[in-house]
């Protein structure tokens, strides 16, 4: 069974560059079967899916976030990391990866989450 874990500063200012960690066991980032994908969720909002990775490691990124996000991976540590830069306050969220079939929808796995805060 695949476990994921982020990781990473629960703080963070404004204008500074968010960083995450996501380490997979049980399951290969290079595997065909997953892509690997971060998403967050701010209080009382819903979910935002941030963006992807596949076993090809070329990311797709949502558009409206795409020239601030940047996702890549570490094969040789099994984990996919999540870079956003300039945030503001209202990246204050629940950052979370998660692993999907390439061939089907939704969300097969995910972290248990990982809290950050955007504030001076």
């Known amino acids: 069974q695949v476990q994921l874990q982020e990781s990473g500063p629960g703080l963070v200012k404004p204008s500074q560059t968010l960083s995450l960690t996501c380490s997979v066991s049980?399951?290969?980032?290079?595997?065909?079967?997953?892509?690997w994908s971060w998403i967050r969720q701010s209080p009382g909002k819903g979910l935002e899916w941030l963006g992807r990775?596949?076993?090809?490691?070329?990311?797709y990124f949502s558009p409206s976030l795409k020239s601030r996000t940047s996702i890549s991976r570490n094969t040789s540590e099994n984990q996919i990391t999540l870079q956003l830069s300039s945030v503001t306050p209202d990246g204050t969220a629940v950052y979370y990866c998660?692993?999907?079939?390439?061939?089907?929808?939704?969300?097969?796995?995910w972290g248990q989450g990982a809290l950050v805060t955007v504030s001076s």
């Open positions: 990775i596949p076993s090809s490691g070329s990311p």
């Open positions: 049980g399951g290969s980032i290079t595997s065909n079967y997953y892509y």
């Open positions: 998660a692993a999907g079939p390439v061939r089907g929808c939704g969300m097969e796995y």
